[in-house]
T-cell receptor
Framework: GAVVSQHPSWVICKSGTSVKIECRSLDFQATTMFWYRQFPKQSLMLMATSNEGSKATYEQGVEKDKFLINHASLTLSTLTVTSAHPEDSSFYIC??????????FGDGTRLSIL | AQSVTQLGSHVSVSEGALVLLRCNYSSSVPPYLFWYVQYPNQGLQLLLKYTSAATLVKGINGFEAEFKKSETSFHLTKPSAHMSDAAEYFCAVTRSGSARQLTFGSGTQLTVLP
């Protein structure tokens, strides 16, 4: 069964809206989760590392005020795209792992901003 | 810094033919290498991983990959392609200093022809 649950799987909203995406670790406590962004026909690009109980670490070029990450519990990290615009339309994927085991990925969220 | 290069953004094979997807890595430290598969609008599923044990790694769905240090390669193969193998394949390497943050290649779209 799924190890990581990501919700919603698809969201369409108007420009200027804020959108929250949830990533849940179902089988273990996840102190760290990763958020990726994938444009059509392209690879995954790491956006940020979400750390339970502390601030997220953002990759260079990723606006932390635009992409708010909250990791308030050991099983849940959320990514909020604030004041979304069409250029934010993308496929967002989260992942986590346990110890040195490989990453488990969520099924992704397709975000479309009109 | 670590990186992976996937040669060929698109590969087409006939059903029953050999599948060969190429991945070359660059790493200043012994790498951990992974192959993931992605079906449309889904997250990534781990096919196999190399973690400095056996150089020939067997994964799920009949796939395997061989780590060749002299060639800095980690090519993915399957003896006989099946229609269900059609998907996007990503090679990934762990980032320097971390066993969990992944750097992905650009991906290879595999098409299986009847």
């Amino acid at each position: 069964g799924a190890v990581v649950s990501q919700h919603p799987s698809w969201v369409i909203c108007k420009s200027g809206t804020s959108v929250k995406i949830e990533c849940r670790s179902l089988d273990f406590q996840a102190t760290t989760m990763f958020w990726y962004r994938q444009f059509p026909k392209q690879s995954l690009m790491l956006m940020a590392t979400s750390n339970e109980g502390s601030k997220a670490t953002y990759e260079q070029g990723v606006e932390k005020d635009k992409f708010l990450i909250n990791h308030a519990s050991l099983t849940l990290s959320t990514l909020t795209v604030t004041s979304a615009h069409p250029e934010d339309s993308s496929f967002y994927i989260c992942s986590t792992n346990q110890g040195d085991q490989p990453q488990h990925f969520g099924d992704g969220t397709r975000l479309s901003i009109l | 810094a670590q990186s992976v290069t996937q040669l060929g953004s698109h590969v087409s094979v006939s059903e029953g033919a050999l599948v060969l997807l190429r991945c070359n890595y660059s790493s200043s430290v012994p790498p951990y290498l992974f192959w993931y598969v992605q079906y449309p609008n889904q997250g990534l599923q781990l096919l196999l991983k190399y973690t400095s044990a056996a150089t020939l790694v067997k994964g799920i769905n009949g796939f395997e990959a061989e780590f060749k240090k002299s060639e800095t390669s980690f090519h993915l193969t399957k003896p006989s392609a099946h229609m269900s193998d059609a998907a996007e394949y990503f090679c990934a390497v762990t980032r320097s200093g971390s066993a969990r943050q992944l750097t992905f290649g650009s991906g290879t779209q595999l098409t299986v022809l009847p």
